[in-house]
């Protein structure tokens, strides 16, 4: 007797998993709405109460948009964004994705020259062969120094490091007063790469802006005796015990309240962190480059931004004028200036204009990206000509680990080729 | 009448028919289909952002030869496999023993050791993260009662990850292996210990000739389904240590989803997954057949 009733649910449930597969596609909407699906990654920071908020404002600017968010389970955007590629969804719109990942495959389409032009301070910040695929908003330094100056103080060391040298010798002075000279997050593989980062960024791409691109040319290699000289400081840093002999095993999160809870003095890390600067004490910390052997000031920048729009957008148009009425609202800015440390770029504004509340280290981090100097693609996070091939992250993540454990500097190099020769095969 | 009594005995027949077909349409659209496009997709350079995939031959299997990274994943997970296992067992075969009783507190004991099973990989993975930190509770609960100078970095160093990484995992094995063992302990027939007792045999000695044979097709089970779940374990890896510090802790499922999804390597991770699905397959065949040969030896 059951049977019947038992077929009659399967069959109900198979035509209804049929239809929901169906009808799962992105466009399409209600009336004369048009659907758009978005890509974005919540933060501690970047809530989803902010992301409903200024989708909505940006949705009142464009109508008969109507936007679906989509939420990617952790913060690899591009990994996420990958998956859904493979499974036919990519999204009409991803935020904060790496878009020589999707270029070519011709997934992306370039805002227009003009507005890009027109609204931003560095427009070509985000340039990848010749088009802009996410508009520079903001931008971020990646790695700076935040150093405690109260343990700096301690410690006897009256002024931040200007040079190698010094920079040694801040180190040698916090670990005679018994405090760790350099916080390391180290079992979050890109926290554990920020040294490498400052070390290469500074003393390899400040010498030659254009590495990256001869590297592609196979011009120059990781093996290279320069850089495996630069690339030993890290083992000094290391082999002086300038580090928690755990480090590997602290997660980003605990590096952050390690260093603002005073347990240790300096802290290599992207300018987000300025974010996390307690409002209590703010102005007990301060902020310098990555140390450079004659002091001359390398700045290794990241040109951020918003969104990419798909090319295979329903609607494109539409699409895009989502993206510039986002890229443009202040108060996404306001709130990835205050809990990210964005430093804003949009053209014409000051940080007064924003109506934000920002402290001390952030204005001194903030006036390297004003000031004339050396800037350079930091390794690792342009998203620009200088981004790394797919697949290389990781290598010089792992390769930052293993330089922690051991000393074959240039086994570790070598392999990067290695890595390098297979991801641009 | 006659009529009537033959459409009833069909119905039914048609019924269980349509089920198996509903169930093998299943088997076939999400297990053997999605094998056999990973099989072809292991024969090409397939990449999810390249417009054309081609045709590549053996290519991806002879680059398995002198791919570093994989040869230490291949270590790792046989590493983890068979410490795992023995491990796990050993756990499930003490714990059951244990629990082998009847009355309500055993019970309740029964449910608590199987909990770590019915937990997901990845909240099992967050909640050790929370314990073995550099900041976690181990570390906090061994530097307070003194044992420890500095903390211990049980997940910041290869050796350590590697070792962290097996307990946790042989902590949510044992749910279901103590399971599996008490079962098998509950089929052996009383008389059989009465005897035993009769015999003068007691103990140790008692577990080595009652016990130990008698539970042997429950460690058929057990052991086979402990080694086939560590072979593919990517879950608690990929929140406890990402594979890190250095790739020491990667497996090679996690290797797998790295060379997909970071690297874009669509067509290799295929060939790298057939090679773990024919080595799982080696593995799972060889200790069932040494595992049943036992059963009946015994």
Redesign the interface.
């Known amino acids: 007797m059951i049977?019947?009733p038992?077929?009659a649910a399967?069959a109900a449930g198979?035509l209804a998993l049929t239809a929901a597969c169906s009808g799962g596609g992105g466009a399409g909407g209600e009336g004369d709405e048009t659907a758009l699906t978005y890509l974005v990654f919540e933060t501690p920071s970047l809530t989803a109460k902010f992301w409903d908020d200024s989708i909505a404002a940006a949705q009142a600017e464009v109508p008969g948009a109507k936007i679906n968010k989509i939420v990617a389970p952790s913060t690899d955007r591009?990994?996420y964004a990958?998956?859904l590629?493979?499974s036919g969804q990519f999204p009409d719109l991803l935020q904060s994705i790496t878009p020589s990942?999707?270029v070519?495959?011709?997934?992306l389409k370039p805002y227009d020259k003009t507005w890009i032009d027109a609204n931003f301070l560095l427009p070509s910040a985000n340039t990848l062969k010749g088009e802009v695929y996410i508009p520079p908003t903001n931008s971020q330094i990646v790695p700076q120094v935040y150093y405690n100056k109260e343990l700096f103080t301690k410690a006897g060391i009256t002024a931040a490091p200007k040079n190698w040298a010094e920079f040694l010798d801040a180190c040698a002075k916090l670990k005679a007063s018994g405090v760790t000279p350099i916080e390391l997050g180290?079992?979050?593989?890109f926290a554990?790469s920020m040294p490498l980062v400052g070390i290469v960024s500074a003393d390899i791409l400040g010498k030659n802006k254009n590495w990256l691109q001869d590297r592609y040319a196979d011009k120059v290699k990781f093996a290279d005796a320069n850089v495996v000289t630069a690339v030993q400081k890290y083992r000094t840093l290391v082999g002086n015990g300038y580090f928690?002999?755990?480090?590997?095993?602290?997660?980003y999160a605990?590096s952050i309240?390690?260093f603002t809870g005073g347990k240790s003095a300096m802290y290599p890390m992207g300018s987000w962190f300025l974010g996390s600067v307690p409002k209590e004490n703010a102005d007990n910390f301060g902020s310098f480059p990555w140390p450079t052997d004659d002091g001359s000031v390398v700045v290794p920048f990241v040109g951020g931004g918003s969104m990419a729009i798909s090319a295979k957008a329903e609607d494109s148009a539409m699409a895009e004028n989502f993206g510039r009425a986002w890229s443009l609202n202040p108060a996404n800015l306001k709130a990835l200036i205050e809990t990210d440390g964005a430093f804003p770029m949009i053209k014409g504004k000051t940080l007064d204009d924003y109506g934000v509340t920002v402290s001390q280290v952030f204005k001194d981090s903030y006036a390297y990206v004003g000031q004339d100097n050396n800037k350079v693609n930091a390794i690792g996070w342009a998203t620009n000509d200088d981004a790394l091939p797919?697949?290389l992250?990781?290598a010089f993540?792992?390769?930052a680990?293993?330089l922690?454990?051991?000393d074959d500097v240039a086994g570790e190099m070598k392999k990067l080729d290695e890595a390098w020769k297979?991801?641009t095969q | 009448m006659p009529g009537t009594r033959r459409r009833r005995r069909e119905t039914p027949d048609r019924g269980l028919a349509l089920l198996a077909a509903l169930a093998l349409g299943l088997y076939l659209v999400f297990l053997v289909l999605p094998l056999l496009l990973s099989l072809r997709s292991s024969f090409t350079n397939e990449n999810p952002l390249r417009a054309t995939n081609d045709f590549v031959g053996l290519r991806n299997y002879t680059e398995m030869v002198g791919d570093e990274q994989l040869r230490a994943s291949l270590k790792v997970t046989l590493l983890l496999a068979f410490g795992v296992t023995i491990a796990a067992n050993a756990i499930g075969v003490g714990f059951a023993i244990l629990l082998n009783r009847t009355n309500l507190s055993y019970r309740v004991m029964r449910t608590v050791a199987f909990l770590p099973q019915v937990l997901s990989g990845v909240i099992v993975g967050f909640v050790w993260q929370t314990i073995l930190t550099q900041n976690g509770v181990l570390n906090t609960a061994l530097l307070k009662i003194g044992v420890l100078d500095e903390p211990y970095p049980w997940l910041g160093s290869p050796n350590a990850a590697l070792f962290s990484i097996g307990v946790v995992v042989a902590w949510v094995l044992s749910g279901f292996t103590t399971v599996v063992y008490l079962a098998a302990l509950q089929s052996i027939p009383l008389e059989l210990h009465d005897m035993a007792s009769l015999d003068g045999v007691r103990g140790t000695q008692r577990f080595r000739m009652v016990t130990w044979p008698m539970i042997a097709p429950g460690t058929t089970i057990s052991v086979t389904i402990s080694l086939i779940t560590v072979l593919k374990l990517y879950d608690i890896i990929a929140v406890l240590t990402a594979g890190g510090p250095a790739n020491s802790t990667q497996s090679t499922a996690l290797y797998i989803v790295k060379l997909a999804f970071t690297s874009d390597r669509v067509g290799y991770a295929s060939a790298v997954a057939m090679l773990l699905l024919a080595l799982s397959a080696l593995v799972a065949l060889t200790v069932t057949g040494a595992l049943r040969r036992r059963e009946v030896s015994l």
Do not use: I
């Open positions: 049977r019947k038992l077929l399967c198979l591009d990994a990958k998956q590629q493979q990942n999707f070519g495959a011709g997934l180290g079992a979050d593989p554990a928690d002999k755990g480090a590997l095993g602290v997660k605990d309240t390690r797919p697949g992250n990781d993540y792992a390769s680990q293993a922690f454990s051991g297979t991801a």
